[in-house]
C-alpha cells in the first residue's frame, strides 16, 4: 500500500511558478513511477508527466513541455512538478498517482487526494 499527499498549490499570477509535492508512505517508494495528473472543471483528468522509479527516464504532456519539470528524492519518499511559465490554462486539481509498473505503459495503482492550482490572468 502507497499513500500519497499532494502539496504546494496555489494561487498564481500568470507567467509565475509554483513547485508541488507529493509525499508518499511506505518503504517501497523507489519501486514505484510516479505520475502527475490534473483535471479542470468540466474536463476530463489529463496526463502532465511521470518520472521512472530510478528517475531516470521522464515524460510529459505536450502542453507542458518546456515549462514543467517532474523530479523525486528516493531519499524523501517525495516526487515534485516544478511549474514554471504558468498559463490560466493549467489551472486545475493536480494529483500524484504511483504505479507499479516497471516500464511503460503505466498504470496508476494509488492516487493522491488533490491540490488546487489557480493561475490568474
Known amino acids: 500500500q502507497v499513500q500519497l499527499v499532494e502539496s504546494g498549490g496555489g494561487l498564481v499570477q500568470a507567467g509565475g511558478s509554483l513547485r508541488l509535492s507529493c509525499a508518499a508512505s511506505?518503504?517501497?517508494?523507489?519501486?514505484?513511477?510516479m505520475g502527475w495528473f490534473r483535471q479542470a472543471p468540466g474536463k476530463e483528468r489529463e496526463f502532465v508527466a511521470t518520472i521512472s522509479w530510478s528517475g531516470a527516464n521522464t515524460y510529459y504532456a505536450d502542453s507542458v513541455k518546456g515549462r514543467f519539470t517532474i523530479s523525486r528524492d528516493n531519499a524523501k519518499n517525495t516526487v515534485y512538478l516544478q511549474m514554471n511559465s504558468l498559463k490560466p490554462e493549467d489551472t486545475a486539481v493536480y494529483y500524484c498517482?504511483?504505479?507499479?509498473?516497471?516500464?511503460?505503459?503505466?498504470?496508476?495503482?494509488?492516487w493522491g487526494q488533490g491540490t488546487q492550482v489557480t493561475v490568474s490572468s
Open positions: 498517482a504511483a504505479s507499479g509498473n516497471s516500464d511503460p505503459p503505466y498504470e496508476y495503482d494509488y
Open positions: 511506505g518503504r517501497t517508494f523507489s519501486s514505484y513511477a
